[in-house]
């Protein structure tokens, strides 16, 4: 015996909101990558980011700011840039 072909309820469009909501948010729920950053650099790899009396940006190691010496402590602008070698 032939069976009569299933009708099943249609899906409207009450049906669907949900089923889109769903769609749309799953790849935002387990598909995150997890980055923890972990100092991987050694010391002497860190850099610090200095600026120039020129306005120039400079990478220093951190190592090498540890090493140095403060030869003189409040100074003005215009002694430095003299101690320097620029002309005001």
Same mark, same amino acid.
């Given at each position: 015996?032939?069976? +009569?072909?299933?009708?099943? $309820? +249609? =899906? #409207? /469009? /009450?049906? =669907?909101?949900? *089923? *889109?909501?769903? #769609?749309?948010?799953? +790849?935002? *729920?387990?598909?995150?990558?997890?980055? %923890?950053? !972990?100092?991987?650099?050694?010391?002497?790899?860190?850099?610090? !980011?200095?600026?120039?009396? %020129?306005?120039?940006?400079?990478?220093?190691?951190? !190592?090498?700011?540890?090493? #140095? $010496?403060?030869?003189?402590?409040? =100074?003005?602008? #215009? !002694?430095?840039?003299?101690?320097?070698?620029?002309?005001?």
């Amino acid at each position: 015996m032939a069976q +009569p072909p299933k009708k099943g $309820k +249609p =899906i #409207s /469009r /009450r049906g =669907i909101l949900p *089923l *889109l909501g769903t #769609s749309l948010l799953l +790849p935002l *729920l387990g598909y995150s990558k997890n980055e %923890d950053k !972990t100092e991987t650099e050694t010391p002497e790899e860190q850099y610090e !980011t200095l600026l120039k009396p %020129d306005g120039t940006v400079v990478k220093v190691k951190v !190592t090498a700011l540890k090493k #140095s $010496k403060v030869v003189k402590k409040n =100074i003005p602008n #215009s !002694t430095f840039l003299q101690w320097l070698g620029k002309k005001l």
